[in-house]
Structure formats: C-alpha cells, structure tokens
C-alpha cells in the first residue's frame, strides 16, 4: 500500500522559511516523479513544484520560483520543499504527490500559514 506522509508546515511570519517533507513507502520511489500542490481556501489545487525521477528535472509554478526549493532523497524515500520569503498568499494546505508509472498518489497534505 502507497503512503505518503508529509511533515513540516505550521505558523511562520511573512518573510520566513519553512521546509515540508513527505516520506513516501510502498512505492518504486526512485522511479517515481514527485510534486508538490497546494490549496487555499476556497481555491482549487493548484501545481508548486515538481522533481523528475530519471535527472532530478525541477520545474516550477511562478508565484514560487527562486522563493522555494524542491529536492529529493532516493536513499531516504523522501521528498522535500524548502520555502523561503513566505508570504501570507503561501498560505494553503501543501499536498505530496507521487507518480508512479500511470498512477498518482497524494499524501493527506500539512498546514502552512503565513501571517502578515
């Protein structure tokens, strides 16, 4: 059975940092590309960021390119988002996915709130 777990999120003031992690088992991690999504309130899920499996390609959405960092950790099943320069619109529900083969599989998600 494919988990995912994410860790991480919480209160930070704008202009902080924060860093999620999402450990993955029951799944080919290293062959599987992994993102990240969020979602605020009364928004729809919107994409982050996303790490390839074969070269470890990131790509980005724009409202957070240079602010956060995503990575991965093929020996420890985990992938990893570093947030910098938060700002109160991060402020959403952070979700992990995976995607292995034709299938995606998405973690319960962590709270981040940034306060102005």
Request: proline fraction near 2%; include cysteine; charge should be positive.
């Amino acid at each position: 059975q494919v988990q995912l777990v994410e860790s991480g999120g919480g209160l930070v003031q704008a202009g902080g940092s924060l860093r999620l992690s999402c450990a993955a088992s029951g799944l080919g991690f290293s062959r599987a590309d992994m993102a990240w999504y969020r979602q605020a309130p009364g928004n729809k899920r919107e994409f982050v960021a996303r790490i390839t499996w074969s070269e470890g390609g990131t790509s980005y959405a724009d409202s957070v390119k240079g602010r956060f960092t995503i990575s991965r950790d093929n020996a420890k099943n985990t992938a990893s988002l570093q947030m910098y320069s938060l700002k109160p619109e991060d402020t959403a529900i952070y979700y992990c996915k995976a995607r292995s083969g034709w299938r995606d599989f998405w973690g319960q998600g962590t709270q981040v709130t940034v306060s102005s």
